[in-house]
Nanobody, 128 residues
Framework: QVQLVESGGGLVQAGGSLRLSCAAS?????????MGWFHQAPGKEREFVAT????????YYADSVKGRCTISRDSTKNTVFLQMNSLKPEDTAVYHC????????????????????WGQGTQVTVSS
């Protein structure tokens, strides 16, 4: 069983920064897949934020966070990070970490369809 546990959320003022972490564990977990972040605001659907491939050489971002967020991973520790800067009130949401099966090479990595494992989420609240 694979487990993803997020941390690092909290309350921050607009313009501030947060660094989210997601630690993956489990006998069957392999770092050879995409790991990504999605967020879900109250009353809205879960949306793609960012993702990173297994080597860390390719990263992809939603237009809404491009230039403000950086995703990275430490495969030796099965951990993925999301550094969020210049936060806005509209970034307020529950942020979920997700991982694909090992060796995923499809093109749906910006959608929930590609991800097989999900964390419970960490709340990010940005006050104006």
């Amino acid at each position: 069983q694979v487990q993803l546990v997020e941390s690092g959320g909290g309350l921050v003022q607009a313009g501030g920064s947060l660094r989210l972490s997601c630690a993956a564990s489990g006998r069957t977990f392999s770092s050879s897949g995409f790991m990504g972040w999605f967020h879900q605001a109250p009353g809205k659907e879960r949306e793609f934020v960012a993702t990173i491939n297994s080597s860390g050489g390719n990263t992809y971002y939603a237009d809404s966070v491009k230039g403000r967020c950086t995703i990275s991973r430490d495969s030796t520790k099965n951990t993925v990070f999301l550094q969020m800067n210049s936060l806005k009130p509209e970034d307020t949401a529950v942020y979920h970490c997700a991982a694909t099966f090992p060796g995923y090479s499809g093109t749906y990595y910006r959608t929930q369809l590609a991800y097989n494992y999900w964390g419970q989420g960490t709340q990010v609240t940005v006050s104006s």
